[in-house]
């Protein structure tokens, strides 16, 4: 079956640095990768939609330049928290479509700014 | 404005019993309507409903999707404490590009008691 990873898992920073999470389709072309967040007890929050080769698409309040999208290939995107702030801290998950309406999503990373 | 909602929000019963999850939709272009159970990490696919009236089943879960009034439900029959989780219904619209954002309720955290 479609598998995403993740990396890392799970990351501790200080206030004011950047860090990048990686998202990769192991045994799939992804042509469409999403970024959601998600806080304790909520639902997902879409962030942003990533297309290889183009610019992310960003919802409405996020902001792209604290959140740094790039899907270089069609099996990896990355997001960079850049200048990271404790109101960053959450469970960010990617999730990857080939051409279907299915999305799989990856294991997510636990992001807690100190 | 897509919107997803799901009751009850919380949910608490004990082994045995039957559950079931409430999901209505509000989406432009609807096209159909997804269902994962979230643990402690990323959400898991359980079903896609795209037809009305076919229920799926997997086990001890089906589900049902009634367009008429725009709603499905996920039922949960014997529950056992690993059925205990959130469970995310996830509205997905037609798209002429490749890029099908999902909008997603709420969810349901479910607690199956011993």
């Known amino acids: 079956g479609a598998v995403v990873s993740q990396h890392p898992s799970r990351v501790i920073c200080k206030s004011g640095t950047s860090v990048k999470i990686e998202c990769r389709s192991l045994d799939f072309q992804a042509t469409t990768m999403f970024w959601y967040r998600q806080f304790p007890k909520q639902s997902l929050m879409l962030m942003a939609t990533s297309n290889e080769g183009s610019k992310a698409t960003y919802e409405q309040g996020v902001e792209k330049d604290k959140f740094l999208i790039n899907h270089a290939s069609l099996t990896l995107s990355t997001l960079t928290v850049t200048s990271a702030h404790p109101e960053d801290s959450s469970f960010y998950i990617c999730s990857a479509t080939e051409q279907g309406y299915e999305q799989y999503f990856g294991p997510g990373t636990r992001l807690t700014v100190t | 404005e897509d919107k997803v909602v799901q009751s009850p929000l919380s949910l608490v019963v004990h082994e045995g019993d039957t559950v079931t999850l409430n999901c209505s939709y509000e989406?432009?272009?609807?096209?159909?309507l997804l269902w994962y159970k979230q643990e402690k990490k990323a959400p898991t696919f359980l079903f896609m409903l795209?037809?009305?009236?076919i229920e799926k089943k997997s086990g001890r879960l089906s589900s049902i999707l009634d367009k008429k009034e725009l709603s499905s439900i996920l039922n949960i029959t014997a529950t056992q404490t690993g059925d205990s989780a959130i469970y995310l219904c996830a509205a997905v619209p037609i798209s002429s590009g490749s890029a099908r954002q999902l909008t997603f309720g709420s969810g349901t955290q479910l607690t199956v008691l011993p």
């Open positions: 989406v432009t272009n609807f096209r159909s």
């Open positions: 795209t037809s009305s009236g």
